[in-house]
């Protein structure tokens, strides 16, 4: 390879020695590299800096979108409702207000079965003592048993009824209040309504 430079052929050289020789070949074969780097070079000079400048376009203007969608998203939330966050703090103070009735009204419960209990034991105590009087008040005895189961019966009701009846008084205020909050954010959302 290095033979076909016609330098290498020239009178001059040929009474060099043979380190000398391959100094002049090292330096014919750098001159070529450098020559082709710098070739290759200006082809890459070409594709990169059109390439840096659309990159920086696209980066330019993906920041100027991000910018505007989050400047649009902050105002349509503040467009929709601007006490969304004090309405769903009262809401959740609603909630823990349910809870702690909840937890009130399944005490009370606790303690009037715990009374329908004695009751219970006090009617079969009467019961007892009645069979003991009298043995031929077994009839009325048995009858009296019927009633107690009747009597158990309705005052089961009674006091279904009469947790229900709290339950529902207690769930209307509750609803009238909650109501009376949700109707402001309700009648601005009524007016993009087209009905």
């Given at each position: ?26 330096e ?22 059109p ?30 409702d601007?006490?969304m ?6 809401m959740?103070g ?9 937890e009130?009204?399944t ?6 079965v ?82």
């Amino acid at each position: 390879m290095f033979e076909k430079d016609p330098r290498t052929f020239e009178a001059d050289i040929k009474g060099l020695s043979p380190e000398q020789k391959a100094m002049v070949k090292l330096e014919i074969t750098l001159t070529k590299f450098f020559k082709s780097f710098d070739d290759s070079i200006s082809r890459w000079e070409r594709l990169i800096y059109p390439t840096m400048i659309v990159m920086a376009i696209l980066g330019l203007s993906g920041f100027y979108l991000i910018y505007h969608v989050t400047k649009d998203m902050s105002t349509m939330t503040q467009s929709i409702d601007p006490r969304m966050a004090a309405n769903l703090a009262a809401m959740s103070g609603h909630m823990s207000d349910l809870s702690d009735n909840i937890e009130k009204m399944t005490g009370q419960i606790g303690i009037m079965v715990d009374k329908i209990e004695n009751m219970d034991s006090n009617i079969a105590k009467i019961t007892g003592s009645i069979e003991h009087v009298d043995s031929t008040m077994n009839t009325m005895t048995e009858d009296i048993g019927e009633m107690k189961y009747a009597i158990q019966g309705m005052s089961l009701n009674i006091y279904q009824m009469n947790v229900a009846v709290r339950d529902m008084n207690l769930s209307t205020k509750r609803m009238s209040r909650d109501i009376n909050e949700i109707s402001e954010p309700m009648d601005f959302m009524n007016s993009f309504t087209p009905w």
